[in-house]
């Protein structure tokens, strides 16, 4: 089923339980490779969501600022986008062009995410693809302003929501994760995969 809420298009169940669980198994091999770690925002707070990527540059943050970098805090190399992941984008935004950059978000349970916007990338013309596996989240949508009003949605394991246009600078965030609503991860949580072009 597809939805049009506040110009966010949003794909219901898009992954069935099958392409889910491939995703996850994918999704821990990059893990192993640039571990999952805690960014510090500009004015030196720890971020409340552990995250990684994958592809040719990772998003990251620190006292300079957001930005994308080349290598994992590390020192190594980012993963290649996982397969399953690009065959959403390559069926719903582009099969020419891939995206440079897959954002890995972990959410436990008191995890939040306050209202932003996607604008570290060099060409809004290209869409943000989001992705969700484990449990469920409160997703809110805004305007291309912060404040106003707002819509908000539960999004459910294997969704997909795509910022494109009208809705590819507009504010959102997630405003809670309903802990247990979903068996796919072993320990719990909410996985988000944002795939954006970078150049």
């Known amino acids: 089923m597809q939805l049009y809420v506040r110009d966010f298009i949003v794909?219901?169940?898009?992954?069935?339980?099958?392409?889910?669980?491939n995703l996850v198994d994918e999704l821990r091999s990059v893990v192993r490779r640039a571990p999952l770690f805690r960014p510090l925002t500009p004015y030196g707070k720890p971020m409340r969501v552990q995250m990684t990527s994958a592809g040719r540059y990772g998003w990251y943050s620190d006292h300079r600022g957001y930005r994308y970098?080349?290598?994992?805090?590390?020192?190594?190399a980012w993963p290649n986008v996982p397969d399953t992941a690009l065959a959403v984008w390559s069926k719903l935004i582009s099969e020419q062009r891939q995206p440079d950059?897959?954002?890995?978000?972990?959410y436990d349970q008191d995890?939040?995410?306050?209202?932003?916007q996607d604008k570290d990338e060099a060409d809004f013309s290209w869409p943000v693809?989001?992705?969700?596996?484990?449990?469920?989240?409160?997703?809110?949508?805004?305007n291309d302003k912060r404040g106003g009003s707002t819509e908000s949605l539960w999004l459910h394991s294997g969704d997909i929501v795509i910022m494109a246009g009208a809705a590819r600078l507009k504010y959102h965030g997630i405003d809670r994760i309903r802990s247990g609503s979903s068996g796919l991860l072993t320990k719990g949580g909410r996985i988000n995969l944002t795939l954006r072009v970078v150049d």
């Not at 970098?69 to 190594?76: D, K, L, M, R, T």
């Not at 950059?101 to 972990?106: A, G, P, T």
């Not at 995890?111 to 932003?116: K, T, W």
Request: hydrophobic share 35%.
């Open 69 to 76: 970098i080349e290598c994992h805090p590390s020192g190594g």
């Open 101 to 106: 950059c897959c954002l890995i978000n972990f």
């Open 129 to 142: 693809l989001s992705i969700s596996l484990g449990d469920e989240a409160l997703f809110r949508m805004g």
């Open 11 to 21: 794909h219901k169940g898009y992954l069935d339980l099958a392409q889910q669980r």
């Open 111 to 116: 995890s939040r995410m306050g209202m932003h």
